[in-house]
C-alpha cells in the first residue's frame, strides 16, 4: 500500500511517499504506526509521540483503531494548521 | 434557488471583490454576503516576528474536506452560493491567506455558515503553516481551541 507523510512527518521521515507492505499482523492505522515506527531512527521520530499523528484513509480522516486492509493509500501527518 | 459552491487551492494570491462578485452578479435573490479573510500577521515582537508562512496541503484530500463541508453548509443553511479560496505556498504578511465567502437571502443564515465553515476547515482540512522568523523556521503548533471551535457544530 501507499503511504503519504506530510509537513513534520514527512521532515523527519525524509520522504513524502513510498509503499510499503507491512505484515498480516499489522491490523489496524495504530498497527501500522508501531510497524513503521521499527523501520529506522527516523521512522521513531516522527512518530514518537503517536496520539498526535493525524491519519487518513483514502482523503477520509480515520481514527487509529480503523482497519486498514483495502486501502490503497494511507497519509499520516501532524494537527491540521490551515485557515 | 440556484446556489453556486466555487472552491480553489492555488499558489497565485486572489481578489476578494472579485469573489464576492462571482458570487452576486446578475442576481436578485442575495442579501447577503458574508466574508471571512484569512490574512497572514507578521506580528508585533521584533525577534519572533513572523517573516513569511508556507502552507503545504495534502493534494485531492484537502479539496475533498472543503467540498464535504461546503455541502454540509448548503444543506444546513438556505445559502445561495459559498465560495472558498485558500492559497498554498510561500505568503508574506499582509498577503492572503484564504477567503470563505457565503451568500443568502439573508444575514443570519450567511453568518453562521461562514463561522461554521471556518471552524470546520481550521480542525479538519489538511493544510500545514510553517513559520519563518529571524530566528529560523518552525511548523505552527495546532491549538486545541480550534478542536472545540469546530466540535460546538456537532449535532447531538
Not at chain 1, 509521540?49 to 483495502?70: N, Q, S
Not at chain 2, 503548533?141 to 466540535?151: E, L, Q, S
Amino acid at each position: 500500500m501507499k503511504v503519504v507523510y506530510f509537513a513534520w512527518v514527512r521532515e523527519r521521515i525524509g520522504k513524502a511517499e513510498e509503499t510499503v507492505e507491512p505484515p498480516a499482523g499489522v491490523r489496524t492505522v495504530g498497527d501500522l504506526i508501531g510497524w513503521l515506527s521499527t523501520r529506522g531512527d527516523e521512522y521513531a521520530y516522527a512518530f514518537e509521540t503517536p496520539k498526535v499523528i493525524r491519519a487518513a484513509i483514502d482523503h477520509t480522516h480515520v481514527r487509529p483503531d480503523t482497519v486498514i486492509a483495502g486501502a490503497r493509500e494511507i497519509a499520516f501527518f501532524p494537527p491540521m494548521t490551515g485557515g | 434557488m440556484t446556489s453556486n459552491v466555487t472552491i480553489r487551492i492555488q499558489d497565485a494570491d486572489f481578489d476578494v471583490n472579485r469573489e464576492i462578485a462571482a458570487l452576486t452578479t446578475s442576481r436578485t435573490d442575495i442579501g447577503a454576503v458574508v466574508t471571512f479573510s484569512g490574512i497572514c500577521r507578521g506580528g508585533e515582537g521584533a525577534g519572533d516576528a513572523t517573516t513569511a508562512l508556507t502552507l503545504e496541503h495534502y493534494p485531492g484530500m484537502a479539496e475533498a474536506e472543503i467540498a464535504r463541508h461546503a455541502d454540509e453548509a448548503m444543506n444546513r443553511w438556505p445559502l445561495t452560493g459559498v465560495t472558498i479560496v485558500h492559497r498554498v505556498g510561500r505568503i508574506l504578511p499582509g498577503e492572503n491567506i484564504m477567503v470563505v465567502l457565503t451568500a443568502s437571502a439573508h444575514r443570519q443564515a450567511a453568518f453562521q455558515a461562514a463561522e461554521f465553515l471556518m471552524d470546520y476547515l481550521k480542525a479538519h482540512a489538511p493544510f500545514w503553516k510553517r513559520e519563518e522568523t529571524a530566528g529560523g523556521s518552525n511548523w505552527i503548533a495546532a491549538k486545541t481551541d480550534d478542536d472545540d471551535a469546530a466540535a460546538r457544530w456537532d449535532k447531538n
